[in-house]
């Protein structure tokens, strides 16, 4: 289970002039992961090359991540503005933390949430039923839940679950794209699904990475 290594305060140790970075904004007009690159780093801002075809509203919530001598990191910011010299610049606020990640396409931070999920008809041949489960990981992009349902690898799902306030009980489309027996209690065997979300809304997909970003902050300051 991955999670974070560390929180970097000292930003010009890993964040470099001309350093590559995607970029995701919290905003429905702007559901793609954008690429840009650092042209300044100020006391309190970063300028990037306008990474879209028109503006992003100014104080739009974004995250920005980036790899560094082989390690991702990542943070979060707000559009603070533009500035037109020579090219038209983003202004982003400069964050006061990074934090580094393992380095993989979506990072997990460890919940225990429960989650319902209905299997789509075309994986169970015309029967389709409500099932239940914990969701014991997740990242923007899928959950590794547990379950007594055997369910088959390839399955396509209909998953139903709630993050406090961040998103309401809504049916998230799905496939189990890893599975394996982990346990028998009770007379029941229990499995472990990994599932990967797709075809989900931009603006979910960004509210889901600001659960994630935010739980992985709260994870890290608890160590202390």
Known sequence: MESFDSIVRDIHSVLKINQSMDIVFDHPDFLEEYRSHAESLEAETIGIPIP??????VTTHCWVYFIYKDQRYGFETTVKGYEDDNVLQMILNRPREILRFQRRKHFRVPVDLPVAY???RRSTEGKEEICSGTIRNMSSGGILIITDEDVPLGSELHLFFT???EVGR???PAKIVRRGMIERRKKKNFYEYGIEFYDIPGR???????????????LNRQKR
């Open 204 to 218: 979910l997909r960004g509210t889901l990475m600001h659960f994630v970003f935010s739980r992985q902050i709260e």
């Open 118 to 120: 209905r299997i789509s």
């Open 170 to 172: 809504q049916e998230i």
């Open 52 to 57: 879209t075809n028109k503006r992003v509203p």
């Open 163 to 165: 993050l406090a306030d």
